[in-house]
């Protein structure tokens, strides 16, 4: 986002750029640029975005220097694990001991976390997770702007508003010269990274979005993830040579009746072949489910992290189902802010170095979540860059956090919550 931190290229080996960032170096692939050691790089997601000129880059990495350090400061202030005194039984610190040591967390210890109900508990799970988080991965925070550019679908999704038959909502279809100015208005804010998504609507044929990711690379140094669901191998290929490189496909649900009783016509075989496909492509993996689907037990929700995590995910997208008026899931229960932040820390000592986000969905339940979120093991959110005519439209629930919010006001309070949690906006990778 709008201070990611340029560094300078150090080595280049096989796809591969080192880059430099105040000393630390981090690995990063490079698919689109001629580079040479000593040229300077903006990277996001692992890839190289943007080649930069020195003068640039120089003059932005004299305005981070001392901010690179402090927000690290503040970051290891706050990771802090150890409240003495504090009464926890022997079993949950036994298991959140190892996990703190760095050693995998197995589904029966997973689950004994979920259930946890004691505060004293639920704050060492929290604060452990965080630390770990901070361990592995350092203070880098990963913002992507998404653009949700048609709520038209072909699916008829139980729990979504945006199905087929739900005939109360408008529909919309953003050009792609719209979508195209949408991207341009974000770059210019600072994104290095969007994701494209709508329902899956074939209006959009494969030449469409093939042209429209064709001219977003060649104008813009931003990395492109698409989530327009599923589509054949072909439609991905052509992406993956266009430039694209994520993919945001969630699976929904790990558990197979409850994945074809909410998607009728839709099976979950598919789905799981699409995101292996799709991993093997090259693309990076966002994926996850949805927390609190009618029938999902903690197992489930156990078993939904070990899922996502077989595909190599680089995002764990998990956030709570809310439930839509105009569909037949109306008066489903919603998950606890709670239980969906203990899913969260539990993901991270499942996954310690993935990235995990705070959905919108987790913040419309709760305002305060994006902050209690990133304190218990997440390190990603995503800013709505959707034009605000539009957000509403794309009604997947009602009253989604931040939808009447000019872009550059979601920056600005995003900025504020990095900085007092000290964390950058940056995504370097991990080497
Ligand atoms: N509540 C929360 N998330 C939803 N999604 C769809 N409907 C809802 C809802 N009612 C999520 C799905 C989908 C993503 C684009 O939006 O998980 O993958």
Redo the contacts with the bound molecule.
Sequence with gaps: MCYTIPGKVIDIKQGFAVIDYFGEPRKARNDFFDLSCGDYVYAQGGFVVQKVSMEDALSSMEAWRELFFELKKIDNRLSRVDRPGEKVGTKVKRILNKAQNGLPVSRDEALVLLDITDEAEKGLLFRTANSVRQKVLSNACCVHGIIEFSNFCRND?L???IRKSNNEISRYRMAPDEILASVKEAVDLGFKALVL?SGEDYHYTTEIIEGLVTKIRKEFPVLIFL?VGERDAGFYRRMFDAGARGVLL?F?SSNRKIYSDMKPGNSFNDRVDHLSFLSKLGFLIATG??LGLPGQTRQDMIEDIFLAKSFGTEMYSF??????SN?PLKDQKIISSDEAIKFIAVARLIVPDGKILVTT?LETIDRGMRRLGLLSGANSFMLNVTPVKYRKQYE??QGRAGIEEELKIQIEEALALLKELGRAPTDLGVS
């Design positions: 999704c729990y979504c508003g998504q989530s969630r929904e489910g949805l956030g709570p189902f809310i439930p839509h569909t969905a997947i629930y």
